[in-house]
């Protein structure tokens, strides 16, 4: 099993940039494919962001395309979520979510066996 602890979150006014990071501990990290989603009020936890346990392979969702980066740094056990051109929509709490294993690049959460607390992301206008 692994933890994982989101952090960096905060308020930003539209077009302003965040860095979320996911740092886990108990088994290694690197074991891991890692992945980011999110969960605006009233609405279902969505794909954001995942990358492979190597880092050599990484998806995104359509609606963040072009304005996130994700990486990793498996000497620190930790996964990082660049995100710019932020929008009031990105607006959501943001969870990191790790697999054990083989990562096919799946964007359900049921795919994902452990999670963090979450991080809030708010996006002013």
């Known amino acids: 099993q692994v933890q994982l602890v989101e952090s960096g979150g905060g308020l930003v006014q539209a077009g302003g940039s965040l860095r979320l990071s996911c740092a886990a501990s108990?088994?290694?990290?690197?074991?891991?494919?890692t992945g980011w989603f999110r969960q605006a009020p009233g609405k279902e936890r969505e794909f954001v962001s995942a990358?492979?346990?190597?880092?050599?392979?990484?998806y995104y969702a359509d609606s963040v395309k072009g304005r996130f980066t994700i990486s990793r740094d498996n000497a620190k056990n930790t996964v990082y979520l660049q995100m710019n051109s932020l929008k009031p929509e990105d607006t959501a709490v943001y969870y990191c979510?790790?697999?054990?294993?083989?990562?096919?690049?799946?964007?359900?959460?049921?795919?994902?066996?452990?999670w963090g607390q979450g991080t809030q992301v708010t996006v002013s206008s």
């Open positions: 990358i492979s346990r190597s880092g050599g392979s990484t």
């Open positions: 108990g088994r290694t990290g690197s074991s891991y494919a």
């Open positions: 979510a790790a697999r054990l294993g083989y990562y096919s690049g799946s964007y359900y959460a049921s795919d994902f066996g452990s």
